[in-house]
Nanobody, 119 residues
Framework: VQLQASGGGLVQAGGSLRLSCVVS????????LGWYRQAPGKQRELVAV???????NYADSVKGRFTISRDNAKNTVYLQMNSLKSEDTGVYYC??????????????WGQGTQVTVSS
């Protein structure tokens, strides 16, 4: 399983960005997909996750501003980010949690895409 994230960039506070992550390999619509971020000097944190049954969870800091969605036909997960703040700056990673009978749950990570919000 491989993940390729894109869509990061430099944006002014209050602006919007849309991140995309294409997942290739053996993954099913029942597997969970998520976005995480890591700010300089901080630990990686959950931003949003969407399960195979479309249950969605957001970090409190992004609720009402970010929207996660998935297109199973395209094996792609999106993160629409609106009303961006300087504290949203960081490297954004997508993750797939894939379940197989042999290995149980395995996490796969994308390479990360930089989001910089200028105030």
């Amino acid at each position: 399983v491989q993940l390729q994230a894109s869509g990061g960039g430099l944006v002014q506070a209050g602006g919007s960005l849309r991140l995309s992550c294409v997942v290739s390999g053996s993954i099913f619509s029942s597997d969970a997909l998520g976005w995480y971020r890591q700010a300089p000097g901080k630990q990686r944190e959950l931003v949003a996750v969407i399960t195979g049954s479309d249950n969605i969870n957001y970090a409190d800091s992004v609720k009402g501003r970010f929207t996660i969605s998935r297109d199973n036909a395209k094996n792609t997960v999106y993160l629409q980010m609106n009303s961006l703040k300087s504290e949203d700056t960081g490297v954004y990673y997508c993750k797939a949690r894939v379940w197989t009978i042999l290995r149980g749950h395995t996490d796969y990570w994308g390479q990360g895409t930089q989001v910089t919000v200028s105030s």
